[in-house]
């Protein structure tokens, strides 16, 4: 755990430096806990399954339908505000991230944006959801036949601190959980999940864009936009403890 808080409001910065690439990058942050009265394995598969589907959904409206940015990702990190005391609620940050075109990177931020809200309101599609967990079964199918696969298991039921019984009964708990969250996931699920992670989705965000030197505009890093940076921490699955 840092000793950062993730800041309250809206925080939008821009910073200026010497790329390699005549590409913009962009994070957009939220802060997000996790339900301390439901099963933690469950919602590490629910938010897995929702930060894939948020990203699919960002990759048809950003990518393929508007040809705006390069690459996106939707990712979670618990390693830079969540306690390792189990007493205390799990808590971290959601980040949509993307490279685009200097000139379109706000156009992009806004869009990202309005994509997300609009499924914390409506939704996803039936089909957005079958689609997504058909390619999380097929993915689980092939991770288990890598030694990785299974490392990280064990790395996990033996040293998280917020999971209880032996590190066989919680590689079971992981097993059973990821079974139930692709059995109970629909649209309204996901909705439900997304509203629980960001009741706070239009009011409550850290967006960080990288300029270019080269791209005409002017600005200036200093601590504070320093300090956003470190809150945005790139995205990590080594973290829940």
């Known amino acids: ?39 933690l394995f469950l919602q590490c598969h629910e938010l897995g399954l929702v930060c894939k589907l948020v990203e699919a959904r960002l990759l048809k409206r950003l990518r393929f339908a508007d040809s705006d940015v390069y690459s996106i990702s939707v990712g979670m990190d618990f390693g830079a505000h969540s306690s390792p005391n189990p007493g205390e609620p799990a808590r971290g940050t959601l980040q949509i991230s993307f490279s685009s075109d200097p000139d379109r990177a706000k156009i992009c931020a806004e869009s990202a944006q309005a994509e997300l809200r609009l499924l914390c309101t409506e939704g996803p599609t039936e089909a957005d959801v079958s689609s997504q967990c058909e390619i999380t079964r097929r993915e689980h199918e092939e991770a288990q036949q890598t030694n990785h696969f299974w490392v990280e298991r064990l790395r996990q039921a033996a040293f998280s601190q917020r999971a209880s019984g032996s590190v066989s009964e919680r590689l079971q708990s992981w097993e059973t959980e990821r079974v139930e969250c692709l059995r109970s996931m629909d649209p309204a699920a996901v909705k439900r999940v997304l509203q629980a992670l960001l009741p706070h989705v239009s009011t409550n965000y850290s967006h960080v864009t990288l300029l270019p030197s080269q791209f005409p505009t002017c600005g200036l890093l200093t601590s504070a936009v320093h300090e956003s940076l470190v809150r945005c921490a790139a995205p990590s699955w080594n973290q829940w403890g």
């Open 1 to 39: 755990m840092l000793p950062v808080a993730f800041p309250r409001g809206i925080v939008n910065e821009q910073v200026i430096l010497p790329m390699v690439e005549p590409a913009s990058a962009t994070q957009i942050t939220w802060p997000i806990s996790l339900d301390e009265s439901r099963p």
